[in-house]
């Protein structure tokens, strides 16, 4: 089983860029379809991006279509969100997820599906 470790948040400023990471222990990482979900001050957390086992396949909320970009390094354990062209509203503390599956190409959006996260890292956004 892995662990998950986030790093990478920090206070920018409306319309700025940040990429967050998030590094797995273990030597099953490729096994694992993994998320970015979020979670802002007094809100229910919410799916923001998710990519396959592979890399191949990606999937991103509505709300940040076109501004943040999920990507994985295999041999290096790690997944990234870059994220662009940030908003007040993405303020949040960002969570990585990871889903044992057998499918190569396959992403998961909901948090119920995850098996196993991180502690986050939060992210703030000032106007």
């Known amino acids: 089983q892995v662990q998950l470790v986030e790093s990478g948040g920090g206070l920018v400023q409306a319309g700025d860029s940040l990429g967050v990471s998030c590094a797995a222990s273990?030597?099953?990482?490729?096994?694992?379809?993994m998320g970015w979900f979020r979670q802002a001050p007094g809100k229910e957390r919410e799916f923001v991006a998710a990519?396959?086992?592979?890399?191949?396949?990606?999937d991103y909320a509505d709300s940040v279509k076109g501004r943040f970009t999920i990507f994985r390094d295999n041999a290096q354990n790690t997944v990234y969100l870059q994220m662009n062209n940030l908003k007040p509203g993405d303020t949040a503390v960002y969570y990585c997820a990871a889903k044992l599956t057998i499918f190569s190409t396959r992403y998961y959006v909901t948090d119920i599906d995850m098996d196993i996260w991180g502690k986050g890292t939060l992210v703030t956004v000032s106007s």
């Open positions: 273990g030597r099953t990482f490729s096994s694992y379809a």
């Open positions: 990519i396959s086992r592979s890399g191949d396949t990606t």
